[in-house]
Each structure stands twice: as C-alpha cells, then as structure tokens.
T-cell receptor
Framework: DAGVIQSPRHEVTEMGQEVTLRCKPI?????LFWYRQTMMRGLELLIYFNNNVPIDDSGMPEDRFSAKMPNASFSTLKIQPSEPRDSAVYFCASSSGRQALYEQYFGPGTRLTVT | GESVGLHLPTLSVQEGDNSIINCAYS??????FIWYKQESGKGPQFIIDIRSNMDKRQGQRVTVLLNKTVKHLSLQIAATQPGDSAVYFCAEKLRNNAGNMLTFGGGTRLMVKP
C-alpha cells in the first residue's frame, strides 16, 4: 500500500498566484481530511469529506481557500490568490470512515512558501 | 523582531529511561483517543489508540492510559530510544460525529539524550 500521496512536496510561489495542492487517499478509504500546520497555530483541520461530500469546512480560513473531491481517489486544495501568511505545511489524511475504524493516515505533506 | 510561535511543552529524557507524555482532553463526550508521533519533516504517524470503554492499552514499548474522571490521557514509552525523539500529539473523537473527525492537541516534544 502506497499510503496517502501528496503533491507537490514543496511549493514556492509569489503572493497573488494560484496554488493547487493534490492528494490521493488510500484506496478504499471513505473519509479525507485537509490540515494545515504552522508554528503559530499547530495542526488545524481545514475541511473534511465523507464519501466525496464536504462535511465540515468551518476550518477553511477564508474564501481564498477551496477544496474539491471529484472522486474517491483524488482531492485538491486550492488557494487563490495566495498570501505570505498561507505559508505552512499542508497535510492530507484519509480514514476508513467505517464504524470503529477511526485512525487517520497522513500523507507526507506539502510545504508551501509564499513570498 | 522575535517571532512568536506555538510553545510546545518539551520532555527531555535519557536514553533507556521511561517517558510519560500527558494530555488533557476537552470533551467528556469523546469516545475514542489516539496518539500520533511526528518526526521532523514527516506527517503524523499512528502509535496507539484506545476506546473510552478501556482504561489501559499496551503496544510494543508503548502504553496508553485513560482517566475519564479527570479527562486525562497519557502515553508511556518504555526504554526510550533516540528514534523516539519527535513531537507527540493526542487526539480525540466525539461520539457520533460523521466522518470520524479527530480534534488534535497542541503536541509535546520529546527529546532523547544519548
């Protein structure tokens, strides 16, 4: 099993540019989570999907952030326009979503730097 | 100027000693708890979990203790090794939440001295 796959691993962009982060969850997992990790705020949940449907996006900072899950094997997190304060490590995690199987498996993360 | 960041509690232990990392959780309605280990430059990795109907669970070199009365969770690592150096997070799941959402604590940094 390849685990959760994220791309790119590193992204450096200029303020105002659009950034798209990608995630492939573990095959068969029904829940997908996007997190952001910074020194200031620690690990924050941005949004999560269950069966490709967004369940809770209350953690999304503002309208510049959007996430989609067009199918069970792919999700994107988009920032448009990006700002320096968006610099962080963004993690995607997936979970079985089935009863009593709650463990989330994290990807390696995308380190985003906005200059 | 000096940057202000999240202050992580730090536990420093000698190699070979036992480590105890503590976590206070917030919600009495939580029914599942999990410990993650995050090494530098990597995503959090599962260590061990425990359900609210249990007080203790043991894994390989690790033990999790749950005290629901005071809403306290601890992770014990036996014979701590340099490879155990990492940030450790506890997380809780509320009963009946859709999609298995976890709420993470702020983390504790474990430093193992050789």
């Amino acid at each position: 099993d390849a685990g959760v796959i994220q791309s790119p691993r590193h992204e450096v962009t200029e303020m105002g540019q659009e950034v798209t982060l990608r995630c492939k969850p573990i095959s068969g997992h029904n829940s997908l989570f996007w997190y952001r990790q910074t020194m200031m705020r620690g690990l924050e949940l941005l949004i999560y999907f269950n069966n490709n449907v967004p369940i809770d996006d209350s953690g999304m900072p503002e309208d510049r952030f959007s996430a989609k899950m067009p199918n069970a094997s792919f999700s994107t997190l988009k920032i448009q326009p990006s700002e320096p304060r968006d610099s962080a490590v963004y993690f995607c995690a997936s979970s079985s979503g089935r009863q009593a199987l709650y463990e989330q498996y994290f990807g390696p993360g995308t380190r985003l730097t906005v200059t | 100027g000096e940057s202000v960041g999240l202050h992580l509690p730090t536990l420093s232990v000698q190699e070979g000693d036992n480590s105890i990392i503590n976590c206070a959780y917030s919600n009495s309605a939580s029914d599942y708890f999990i410990w993650y280990k995050q090494e530098s430059g990597k995503g959090p990795q599962f260590i061990i979990d425990i359900r609210s109907n249990m007080d203790k669970r043991q894994g390989q070199r690790v033990t999790v203790l749950l005290n629901k009365t005071v809403k306290h969770l601890s992770l014990q690592i036996a014979a701590t090794q340099p490879g155990d150096s990492a940030v450790y997070f506890c997380a809780e799941k509320l009963r009946n939440n859709a999609g298995n959402m976890l709420t993470f604590g702020g983390g504790t940094r474990l430093m193992v001295k050789p």
